[in-house]
């Protein structure tokens, strides 16, 4: 107070009835508007300097003790310069007292007081300082227990002490005849007289416990009375509200009874309005057994709570079942000790769970977990800890009903292999209780044995069946999961990836010479190689050839077929070296007949005399596979239109001159045709050429056409 408001060099004056201060060549006297314009000042001045914030709120509540009470501000200052002067050692000193600020002409004066005020210890100074505050509040019983502290000298110099400290001891003499009387009415066995003198003595002091518990006792709810006070403990302390039927207008004052306290304990008030919103009190003593009773400031009915353990439950729990067990987690209420969760199971058995875990540092929530039940209701109870009066004390706790749901058994192994009428088969082991269904996750698969909602599922694939028979479409790569489903629960599985690669088509195949063929196919989109297998008929070892599509087109394919009748199918290899690939459905493939070939020869005609005969034809069928066959083409030699030179490419192009059927071919193997000359064209070119049955199949073996001439 000196450094707020004297300034450098000045004094105070507060022994001549006001509280005035001398500054260079004036005095002012401290009043409410002067404090308020000392704060104004001080605040312009101080706030780019940095000024205390807590001086300006210092002033102010200076002003406003001011205001109540113009004299206050002048006894505060008083009885904090007279505990200055006793603490010191040289307090009986006049120039101590100047040491403090006070006017020279009033130091020895101000001396002479303090050796005359009684001298107060600790204990005494706390009860002095808090007794006038405990009467304004109306707390009788702990201002009267401040006086009972102080010595009987205290008031003997001030008379306004004096009339409080009488006007206190009157107020306790009232209230004290009013506990007497209720007592008496207790002992008649007359309870509704005795709650109204308890009521009374309540009113006249409601910090005292013995007139509050009394009325607790003795209190005896009327027809159409409001119902209790409503509690109920929370995180933080007790919420209160006023029953439904309770005067919404009534003023109250609600106090807290704690059990087991001693009695010489004033009671503590819960500041805040009583209304239909909750009233909080957070100072309730965790652990303990407490009742609240909401005083009529007036006529009126009391509002008494029922007993209530202050024991805050656990807040947001929530349980989730899963495989075979359940989880929960919570929010412990702060002041709690400890946590106890007990399971009790469909045939009635409770026990108890294991400690939590641990809060983690994002929520705060503790957590617990029961494996290995079997499926059925389970009820889940949480309770709280708590250090009470002579133990431990637990709350009543709060219950979450449950069940462990049947789930199926995982998948635990998944594989598939290719089809010998196409596609491909997956093979698996576990599943068992439900329904394996074949999926393909849209992003990363979740991990097997992974727990999930079978309506978070993607669709099954539709090309396979319940029996893990697949026919993929061409282009098809995909990593398939296999999850095991049982109603509303599902169970991850493992996966694998298959494909099945784009068909080959546009396969011919043809001889080329003994033993070759070569093959031509249309190559198929994103395959990197091309599988050809040649497989003899009507049975035999198969051989595969890999093809690579830069060689393919680059070269061609020619591979080595032997002389009999063999089967080339070609299909595409998989992209990927992980994927199983799918058996092609309908591969495309060729039938390559026997190696047959139809070798003729233009043999000159033998001599007779001086002239040689006609030329002889001879027609040969080789078959080095072996029979070969029926159906065998007609060969026909067809000479040049117009004779001569001109060299037939086609049959259409001359005469046919003669024609070994192929039945004549396959019954002698060799046949020889007599070819006359004619006359009188001279010499002219011929040709054979295979028609009809298999000529695209059988081979023509045609001598050099230099030969081809019938002279």
């Not at 009543?396 to 192994?413: D, I, M, Q």
């Not at 576990?430 to 909602?453: D, M």
């Not at 694998?496 to 198929?524: H, K, N």
């Not at 070269?555 to 070296?577: H, I, Q």
């Amino acid at each position: 107070m000196g450094e707020l408001l004297v300034p450098a060099g000045g004094r105070f004056r507060v022994l001549d009835g006001i509280f005035a201060v001398e500054g260079p060549g004036r005095r002012r006297h401290v009043g409410a508007g002067a404090l308020r314009g000392l704060r104004a000042a001080r605040g312009a001045a101080g706030a780019a300097a940095g000024a205390d914030p807590g001086a300006g709120a210092l002033l102010e509540q200076l002003a406003a003790i001011q205001e109540r009470d113009p004299a206050a501000l002048r006894r505060i200052l008083l009885y904090q310069l007279v505990q200055l002067l006793h603490d010191h050692p040289r307090g009986d000193l006049p120039d101590t007292a100047a040491g403090f600020g006070v006017d020279p002409d009033e130091a020895a004066a101000l001396v002479h007081a303090a050796a005359g005020s009684p001298r107060l210890d600790p204990a005494q100074r706390a009860a002095a300082e808090g007794l006038e505050d405990a009467w304004l509040a109306g707390r009788v019983r702990a201002a009267a227990w401040s006086a009972a502290v102080l010595p009987p000298s205290v008031a003997a110099g001030d008379p306004l002490l004096a009339r409080r400290l009488a006007e206190l001891a009157g107020r306790v003499r009232a209230a004290d005849a009013l506990l007497d009387e209720a007592r008496e009415y207790e002992d008649r066995e007359d309870p509704e007289r005795a709650a109204a003198a308890y009521g009374q003595a309540a009113r006249l002091a409601w910090d005292c416990p013995r007139a509050v518990r009394g009325l607790v006792r003795t209190h005896r709810p009327a027809d159409g009375d409001p119902g209790p006070l409503e509690a109920w403990p929370l995180p933080g302390g007790v919420a209160l509200r006023r029953p439904p039927g309770a005067d919404p207008d009534g003023s109250r004052r609600v106090v807290r009874l704690t059990r087991r306290e001693p009695l010489t304990t004033p009671l503590p008030e819960v500041p805040g309005p009583l209304g239909a919103e909750p009233l909080t009190d957070r100072r309730a003593p965790l652990g303990r057994e407490v009742r609240y009773v909401a005083l009529p400031a007036e006529g009126g009915t009391p509002l008494i709570s029922a007993p209530l353990l202050v024991a805050p439950e656990a807040t947001e729990l929530r349980v989730t079942d899963g495989r075979a067990r359940i989880e929960a987690s919570w929010l412990r209420p702060p002041g709690s000790t400890g946590v106890r969760a007990t399971l009790t199971g469909p045939e009635g058995r409770t026990v108890e769970l294991g400690p939590p875990v641990a809060p983690g540092p994002a929520d705060g929530r503790e957590a617990v977990r029961a494996e290995g039940l079997e499926p059925g209701a389970y009820v889940l109870r949480v309770r709280c800890r708590y250090a009470g009066v002579g133990g431990e004390v637990w709350s009543g706790g709060v219950e979450a009903p449950t069940a462990v749901h049947p789930w199926p058994e995982p998948v635990v192994g998944l594989g598939a292999v290719a089809r010998d009428a196409g596609g491909l088969e997956f093979r698996w082991t576990g599943g068992g209780g439900g329904r394996v269904r074949f999926v393909q996750w849209p992003g990363t698969a979740p991990a097997e044995g992974a727990e999930l909602a079978a309506s978070a599922l993607p669709e099954a694939l539709p090309w396979v069946d319940c029996d893990g028979i697949a026919q993929p479409p061409p282009g098809t790569l995909a990593t398939v999961s296999a999850v095991a489903v049982l109603g509303e629960r599902a169970l991850a599985g493992p996966g694998v990836v298959v494909e099945a690669p784009e068909p080959v088509t546009g396969l011919t195949v043809r001889r080329t010479t003994a033993g070759r063929a070569r093959i031509s196919f249309d190559w198929p989109d994103g395959a990197g190689r091309v599988t050809v297998a040649v497989t003899p008929e009507p049975g035999g070892e198969r051989a595969e050839h890999p093809v690579v599509r830069a060689v393919f087109l680059r070269e061609g394919l020619e591979l080595p077929v032997g002389p009999g009748a063999v089967r080339v199918t070609a299909y595409a290899a998989p992209r990927s070296a992980l994927a199983t690939a799918a058996a092609p459905r309908d591969a495309e493939q060729a039938v390559l007949p026997a190696d047959v070939a139809i070798a003729y020869r233009l043999l000159p005609g033998p001599r007779r005399m001086l002239r040689r005969g006609p030329a002889v034809l001879r027609v040969t069928l080789h078959a080095p596979g072996g029979d070969p066959g029926s159906g065998l083409p007609d060969f026909v030699l067809v000479a040049g239109a117009g004779g001569g030179a001109a060299r037939p490419h086609r049959p259409a192009d001359g005469a046919e001159l003669c024609r070994v059927t192929g039945a004549e071919l396959a019954a002698s193997g060799t046949v020889e045709r007599e070819i006359d000359p004619r006359a009188p064209g001279g010499p002219y070119a011929v040709r054979g050429f295979l028609l009809g049955g298999r000529a695209a199949s059988v081979r023509l073996d045609e001598p050099s056409l230099t030969s081809l001439v019938v002279r």
